[in-house]
C-alpha cells in the first residue's frame, strides 16, 4: 500500500449519520433513464446537468428517431459542463493526482485522464455508484489510473497534500462547506486547484425560495446560499480566482430537457428558480494558500 492510497474506511465510518444513509440509499437505487440513456450514448456516464445552446435541429425532422436525437444532445451539453469544469483546473501534469469528491458514475474523472493523463480518485458514499463506475474505468482500460472508492468526501483518508486538484461537480449540496473545505485544504498542496460547480440560492432574494425547496426535496440535499461558498472557501485558505455564473449557459439544456421523455418532473422547478433569480448555476476555481 503506498502512503497516497492510506486507510480503507468501514462502512460504519463512511455512512456517519442518519441523514448519510438516507442520501446513500437515493444514489444506490437511482437508475433515472435521464442519466443511464444519456449515459449509453458513448459510455460517459454524468450526474450533472449540461452547458450550452442546444441544437434546435433535434425538435424536428423524423419523429422516430427524435427522441434519440434529444438524448444525444442533452448528453453532448452535459459532456461540455465537464470540459468547462475541467478547463479551470489549471496545469495539471500526468505525475499530478486528483480527486472527485462525489464521483457518481464516474464521467468527470474519466474524462480528467482522458484529457490530463493523470491519477484520478473518486469517492462516493454509494457503494452502487462506486462499483459501476470501476467497471467504467476497466472497460475503457483505464482502471490503473482511475479509481472510485467508497468514501466520504468530508474523511477521504488520503494522505495529506497529495492532491494537486479537487473537484466537487454539483455535490457540496450533500454537505457541511466548512468541514468539506477543511478537509480539501488538508488534501490540497500548497498552489493546488480546486474547482466547484454548484446550484447555489441567491442571498440578495433573502432565504429560499420555494422552487429551491423543491429541488431540494427531490434530491434529498441542501442547496447553500452563495455567500455560505466564500466565508467557507476563505475560512479554509482558499482563495478564489474565478467565479462565473453559468445560469444562462445552463437554461437551455433545461428547456431542452423538459421537452423529452426522460425528464423527471424536476426541470419546471429549475427554470422557475433560475427564471425568477432565486438560485445561480455557479462555477468558482480557488487556489490552496
Ligand atoms: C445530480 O445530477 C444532481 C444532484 C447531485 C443534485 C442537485 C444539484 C443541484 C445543482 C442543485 P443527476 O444527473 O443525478 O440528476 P438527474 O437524475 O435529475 O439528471
Ligand atoms: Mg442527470
Avoid at 431542452?256 to 433569480?277: D, M, P
Wanted: charged fraction near 25%.
Amino acid at each position: 500500500m503506498s502512503i497516497i492510497d492510506t486507510p480503507v474506511n468501514t462502512v460504519h465510518h463512511v455512512l456517519r449519520t442518519a441523514y448519510q444513509k438516507s442520501v446513500a440509499a437515493y444514489w444506490n437505487a437511482e437508475k433515472n433513464p435521464v442519466n443511464l440513456r444519456l449515459g449509453e450514448v458513448d459510455d460517459l456516464y454524468h450526474h450533472h446537468y449540461g452547458l450550452g445552446e442546444y441544437d434546435r435541429s433535434v425538435l424536428e425532422g423524423p419523429a422516430d428517431t427524435r427522441e434519440q436525437r434529444m438524448i444525444e444532445e442533452m448528453h453532448r451539453l452535459e459532456t461540455a459542463q465537464a470540459d468547462v469544469l475541467l478547463d479551470h483546473l489549471g496545469d495539471i501534469r500526468p505525475a499530478d493526482r486528483l480527486l472527485d469528491a462525489g464521483s457518481g458514475r464516474g464521467g468527470t474523472s474519466i474524462m480528467a485522464n482522458g484529457r490530463f493523463g493523470c491519477h484520478v480518485d473518486g469517492v462516493s458514499i454509494s457503494e452502487q455508484q462506486v462499483a459501476f463506475a470501476n467497471d467504467q474505468a476497466v472497460k475503457r482500460g483505464v482502471a490503473d489510473q482511475v479509481r472510485f472508492h467508497f468514501r466520504n468526501m468530508l474523511d477521504t483518508g488520503f494522505a495529506t497534500g497529495s492532491r494537486r486538484g479537487i473537484w466537487t461537480n454539483e455535490t457540496t449540496m450533500y454537505v457541511d462547506l466548512f468541514e468539506l473545505y477543511g478537509e480539501f485544504a488538508r488534501l490540497l498542496e500548497y498552489g493546488g486547484r480546486y474547482v466547484c460547480i454548484t446550484g447555489c440560492s441567491n442571498d440578495v432574494q433573502g432565504l429560499r425560495s420555494k422552487a429551491v425547496s423543491k429541488i431540494d426535496e427531490h434530491y434529498t440535499c441542501n442547496i447553500h446560499p452563495r455567500s455560505e461558498y466564500f466565508r467557507a472557501l476563505a475560512g479554509n485558505g482558499l482563495v478564489p480566482i474565478d467565479v462565473v455564473d453559468l445560469t444562462p449557459a445552463t437554461i437551455p439544456y433545461w428547456e431542452l430537457r423538459a421537452r423529452s421523455e426522460v425528464a423527471t418532473g424536476i426541470e419546471e422547478a429549475f427554470l422557475t428558480a433560475y427564471k425568477e433569480g432565486s438560485f445561480h448555476y455557479l462555477l468558482i476555481a480557488a487556489d490552496r494558500i
